[in-house]
Antibody, heavy 122, light 108 residues
């Protein structure tokens, strides 16, 4: 069974940092692009970042560029999101998601993890 | 970026009825690169449809997608109790990929 399990969320002060992890199992992690997507009640779903299957290429939404860094460890089947200079508007549930196509960047997402809540507040 | 507008915001229907959900794009979606997701309360989104009309693995055939250009539709032919949820569309043909704001299908 394909599984994605996020961890690392929590409460952090504005300007602070947090590192999210996503442990993958049930598939060949190193053969898939991976993504982070966040969700808030007010602004809905927002694609945050993606990374090539071998880690060689990354992309970010404008709203997080320069503050967030996506990375992966294929030996550990784990995806990461390092979040720095956090702002109140980064408060959201963060999901990791596998790309929909094997060895391709399709940019649709299947499956998604259960999500981890990040709250940025003083 | 492409803005997706879903309508209606809420759809009140009874089990067994047919549901039609609309997703309209602010500009043409490249190559029908449109997906639909279902989100039940407290759960992550689940892929239903990709490529505007292709059902994802394990999705019942009561779910169907159609459309092209700027107008897309998700149809649920006969609502089952587990189908009452929120549905999102997503375009992935232009960067950045964007989502609609969702349509809630609730029990009437």
């Amino acid at each position: 069974e394909v599984q994605l399990v996020e961890s690392g969320g929590g409460l952090v002060q504005p300007g602070g940092s947090l590192r999210l992890s996503c442990a993958a199992s049930g598939f060949t992690f190193s053969s898939y692009w991976m993504h982070w997507v966040r969700q808030t009640p007010g602004k809905g779903l927002l694609w945050v970042s993606r990374i090539h299957s071998d880690g060689s290429s990354t992309s970010y939404a404008d709203s997080v560029k320069g503050r967030f860094t996506i990375s992966r460890d294929n030996a550990k089947s784990t995806l990461y999101l390092q979040m720095n200079s956090l702002r109140a508007e980064d408060t959201a549930v963060y999901y990791c998601a596998r790309d929909g196509r094997y060895n391709w960047n399709s940019n649709w997402f299947d499956p998604w993890g259960q999500g981890t809540l990040v709250t940025v507040s003083s | 970026e492409i803005v997706l507008t879903q309508s209606p915001g809420t759809l009140s229907l009874s089990p067994g009825e047919r549901a039609s959900l609309s997703c309209r794009a602010s500009q043409s979606v490249t190559s029908t690169y449109l997906a639909w997701y279902q989100q039940r309360p407290g759960q992550a989104p689940r892929l239903l449809i990709y490529g505007a009309s292709s059902r994802a693995t394990g999705i019942p055939d009561r779910f169907s997608g159609s459309g092209s250009g700027t107008d897309f539709t998700l149809t649920i032919s006969r609502l089952e109790p587990e189908d009452f949820a929120v549905y999102f569309c997503q375009q992935y043909g232009s960067s950045p990929s964007t989502f609609g704001q969702g349509t809630k299908v609730e029990i009437k």
